[in-house]
């Protein structure tokens, strides 16, 4: 019913930039939150950074003033722009978005299937 489908990933070095993409589709009836996460190998996911259907951000301490957050409610997209990359940023980064279908009665979070970014000299 629902699909995120991310893009943007890549191999770079590092101070170079990336920017991800994630559209979401399907029987969306409304999006509330939507954001990133990342999981490096060995590591916990982790938030990297969210936003509110009212704009409102949030990050993590590692990416402040390196990476900003951006959505397009008209396209269902949410952005992540990661300037500065520094090697430690390495992970699969995946999309969520919590959102209502137009079948359900209760918010859920949906999942990208994730983009590898790599940085890497």
């Known amino acids: 019913q629902v699909q995120l489908v991310e893009s943007g990933g890549g191999l770079v070095q590092p101070g170079e930039s990336l920017r991800l993409s994630c559209a979401a589709s399907?029987?969306?009836?409304?999006?509330?939150?939507m954001g990133w996460y990342r999981q490096a190998p060995g590591k916990e996911r982790e938030l990297v950074a969210s936003i509110t259907g009212g704009g409102s951000t949030n990050y993590a301490d590692s990416v402040k003033g390196r990476f900003r957050i951006s959505r397009d409610n008209a396209k269902n997209t949410v952005y992540l722009q990661m300037n500065s990359l520094k090697p430690e940023d390495t992970a699969v980064y995946y999309c969520y978005a919590n959102l209502i279908t137009y079948f359900s009665t209760v918010y859920r979070s949906y999942w990208g299937q994730g983009t590898q970014v790599t940085v890497s000299s």
């Open positions: 399907g029987s969306i009836g409304n999006i509330n939150a």
